[in-house]
């Protein structure tokens, strides 16, 4: 059995040395459970990981670079297959950045109030219908198939939702520099209300079928502790940072769009010394996922009681032209803080782009994490994180 | 004319029932109903080629049939895991997609075999005759009711324990000779499970054994049909006296035969590699664990043994713990033994698949924790018990039946107590401090290690 190509000599070397106890496994691109096509090489000790070392790049498409040639909102189609499960997000991220840009520029009005409202709303949406996917393949992930397939039937409810709003049901394209590309279709609030009055019990009964599941806690809790000095150092944001302890949400602390108008927490992690639970491990990254889809609920409630303000949904302009100047914005996507640096040149089209890929940030600590650990617990780990491998290789 | 079929029908049941251990004339010992069928019809030829085609045909016939309960476990395992996840299953291949196993099987029928050029040909080619071969072995000595019964060996029970532990070797083989480190991983993995598996399993039947006093599997059957039928009826029930056969069953015989029976049914799910336990083929781990490099029909045998697997250990369950072929109103037989055990089984087989498509997985180390650390001391406590039980309960009488039936309420409405005092609640995580997966005692030193390594990579 020879290794395949491996990154360094020394561990060639390894895996020839008759005797040796380790084993060499290289797990992906295709794997069930590696969310996407991330590459990882295991050393193994049996069962015990001694190493993991993630490989990517296996979804490389050149967006920063195809980006210089795009005219802004062309570029906005490619940023939803950056992160695809929350793809409202991202074009909320780059549309952010380049509204920032174009913010020194005396002709753009701003984005209208109601394509605000419409943006909080999709975007909340969107975060839920993230996190469901996050809960439905975690919970695959332990073993558990079928919380996939409940999370899976309640995240069809929201794509049902999406594709009368903007006719897509993954790739949507719907936010736009300036706005939103359409307005709401006749009924799509009721609709909204009817599926979040739907779905609003169900968080509890998936956290009686899994979250609190005895084999379910013995399996993630206490495992890969990511403490809040690691994940800061790693650059981990989001649900990772605040599994840690950290209470930090850019909804909150520095509010973009309309965020300050509404009520809502920030979950954080919690230390539950009866359970063993620690902050940082695989149980509070998920948790923070579970409660944070309840806070989202909360958000779509208030935009929906408080009735969303008339007129346009787009700012007039006649072209997307930002004065030249460099900027960096950055927004709460559901798998963490997403940056967008644009560097313009008063073209059309930006000088440079560049994504800060939060993703990447909590990739990059799946190396320290796993040592030590199990076969089973690696794949506990990249459930916990919740990378989509689209976004962390662009 | 009914005389005369009765007294012909008595004859066959004669030959059916001849009795195991008989060192009588010209038969030798565990002769049985083939042998004396090879020599009151085949007399001609010398008597091992009538056994031999005797034996033959029932083989033919067994592996023939015996695959009809994979392929309705199959589909019944695709319907309940549908109505447990609000989908309704299989719809399209004949009327309500009940051919869809069939479909399935004709599919990989035509499917093309791929054997890895890497690997060990013979062995990989031999690993899923093996497993297949032994799984089905099984079947010979469970008895589906009075009369079907391929063999009843004085040694039935422990017949069926060393052939299930072959699977194991066939597993391994698969493993090894498919050259891929998945596959040898799921292989080793299926191998320790097992082998600690098998303890449990074992030491829980021992404890029935003690009870029926015999390793014949029709000896257990018979004695879970004891006293209580002949005596008085306990309560009469709309004029049908219910003579309480089914207190006579070994899982209410005592306390401790109750007890073993749930540790042999949560082993025998690790047996059979299903979920929580099916770390051999854990999808997600291990993409498919030993059967990974397996494709078409070779794929499909292991998926049919799996499943007769599965079918075995529950109706073993069945016949040791829950009366076996008996009804549960009287020894009459209303309804044919072979329904009635088919009934109790697939009723096992149901709760299997309940826990299988409900709940996540074990982890290597707590697998084990839970065989060597729980399973394996109950079932050593429920020897010593049964021991005890039996020295004072030599009969079966109203007294050993009363208390075993107020201990084992008693122990039930417990665990049901402590279920839902628990329900919804953190549970303590079990202290284990193996591979990073703490408990509370252990936090404080596991984090500050931890702290250590993480300052020192800065």
Redesign the interface.
């Known amino acids: 059995?020879l290794a395949q190509s491996t990154a360094s000599e020394e561990r060639k070397f390894l895996e020839l040395k008759p005797f040796s106890d380790e084993?060499v496994?290289s797990m992906g691109p295709q794997?069930?459970?590696t969310h996407g096509v991330l590459r990882l090489e295991l050393r193994l000790d049996g069962?015990?990981v001694r190493e993991a070392i993630p490989h990517i790049g296996y979804l490389h498409r050149c967006f920063e670079k195809h980006a210089e040639n795009l005219s802004y909102q062309q570029i906005v189609p490619f940023t939803d297959r950056m992160d695809y499960i929350a793809a409202m997000n991202q074009n909320w991220g780059f549309c952010l950045a380049v509204e920032e840009l174009m913010s020194a520029d005396p002709k753009f009005a701003g984005v209208p109030e109601r394509a605000e409202y419409l943006r909080v709303l999709a975007g909340e949406l969107n975060r839920i219908a993230s996190h469901l996917l996050a809960f439905g393949t975690y919970?695959?992930?332990?073993?558990?198939?079928?919380p996939f397939?409940?999370a899976f039937?309640d995240r069809e409810k929201i794509l049902l939702l999406f594709e009368k709003l903007c006719g897509a049901r993954l790739t949507y394209n719907y936010i736009r520099v300036g706005g939103v590309s359409r307005d709401l279709p006749p009924g799509f609030l009721d609709d909204v209300r009817e599926f979040i009055d739907y779905f609003e019990p169900k968080i509890d009964e998936y956290n009686?079928?899994?979250t609190?599941?005895?084999?379910?806690?013995?399996?993630t809790?206490?495992?890969?502790?990511m403490?809040e000095?690691?994940a800061i150092?790693y650059g981990a944001t989001g649900p990772n940072l605040r599994g840690a302890g950290r209470k930090w949400d850019l909804r909150k602390d520095e509010p973009y769009s309309i965020y300050d108008r509404f009520d809502f927490d920030i979950p954080v992690g919690e230390e539950?010394?009866?359970?063993?639970?620690?902050l940082g491990d695989c149980w509070n990254r998920y948790k923070v996922r579970m409660d944070e889809m309840k806070e989202s609920v909360k958000i779509i409630r208030q935009v929906l009681d408080g009735g969303l303000p008339d007129g346009p949904i787009v700012a007039a302009m006649k072209a997307i032209r930002p004065p030249a100047g460099e900027v960096f914005s950055r927004s709460e996507a559901p798998r963490g803080e997403l940056g967008f640096y644009i560097v313009s040149d008063g073209s059309v089209k930006p000088v440079r782009l560049k994504a800060k890929s939060p993703c990447f940030c909590a990739l990059s600590a799946l190396q320290?994490l796993s040592r030590?650990?199990?076969?089973?617990?690696i794949?506990a780990i990249i459930g916990s994180i919740d990378i989509v491998m689209g976004e962390v290789d662009r | 004319m009914v005389q005369q079929l009765s007294s012909q029908f008595l004859h066959l049941t004669s030959l059916l029932s001849v009795e195991t251990v008989t060192p009588s004339e010209g038969s030798a010992p565990g002769g049985n109903w083939a042998q004396a069928f090879a020599s009151q019809f085949l007399g001609f030829l010398p008597g091992w080629i009538g056994l031999v085609l005797v034996m033959s045909v029932v083989a033919a016939v067994f592996v023939a049939v015996v695959p009809l309960v994979p392929l309705v476990l199959v589909l019944m395992e695709r319907k309940v895991s549908a109505w447990i996840q609000d989908r309704v299953g299989p719809m399209r291949v004949g009327p309500w997609g009940l051919l869809q196993t069939l479909a399935d099987g004709v599919k990989l029928i035509f499917k093309e075999d791929l054997i890895p050029p890497q690997a060990d040909k013979f062995l990989f080619r031999f690993a899923p005759y093996l497993i297949f071969t032994c799984s089905f072995a099984v079947f010979a000595a469970i008895p589906f009711s009075q009369r079907i019964l391929v063999s009843d060996l004085n040694i039935g029970i422990f017949y069926i324990i060393s052939i299930s532990s072959v699977v194991a070797i066939g597993v391994i083989i698969a493993g090894w000779s498919s050259n891929s480190k998945w596959s040898l991983f799921g292989a080793m993995r299926s191998a320790a499970q097992m082998v600690s598996y098998e303890i449990p399993i074992g030491l829980s039947i021992l404890t029935v054994i003690m009870m029926a006093q015999t390793m014949s599997m029709e000896g257990i059957v018979a004695a879970q049909n004891g006293a209580f039928a002949e005596g008085e009826p306990i309560i009469t029930l709309l004029g049908v006296e219910v003579k309480g056969t089914i207190l006579d069953w070994m899982i209410f015989r005592s306390p401790f035969t109750f007890l073993a029976f749930f540790v042999y049914f949560l082993s025998s799910i690790a047996e059979v590699n299903r979920t929580p336990f099916d770390l051999p083929e854990a999808e997600s781990e291990l993409v498919a664990g030993f059967h990974t490099e397996y494709s078409g029909m070779r794929f499909a045998v292991f998926f049919i043994a799996e499943y007769a697997n599965v079918f075995a250990v529950c109706a073993i369950a069945a016949t040791l713990f829950l009366g076996g072929w008996q009804g549960i109103i009287d020894e009459d037989q209303f309804i044919p033994g072979l329904l009635i055990i088919f009934g109790k089984t697939f009723l096992l087989v149901f709760v299997m698949m309940w826990i299988r498509w409900t709940l996540p997985r074990l982890r290597v180390d707590q697998l084990m924790n839970l065989c060597w650390k729980y399973l394996i001391p109950i079932s050593f406590f429920n020897i010593l018990g049964t021991g005890i039980w039996g020295l004072f309960f030599r009969e079966d009488s109203a007294l050993s039946i009363g208390l075993s039936f107020l201990i084992i309420s008693l122990f039930v409405v417990s665990i049901l107590g402590i279920v839902f005092n628990s329900f919804g609640k953190l549970k303590p995580a079990d202290q284990t401090a193996l591979a990073g997966n703490i408990g509370a005692a252990n936090l404080q030193k596991l984090k500050t290690t931890w702290n250590e390594r993480h300052g020192q990579q800065k």
């Open positions: 059995m084993m496994v794997h069930p459970s069962e015990i919970g695959m992930d332990i073993g558990a198939f079928t397939l409940y039937r009686a079928l899994l609190n599941n005895k084999i379910f806690l013995e399996r809790v206490g495992v890969a502790i403490d000095a690691m150092s539950i010394p009866e359970a063993g639970a620690v320290e030590g650990l199990m076969i089973a617990d794949i």
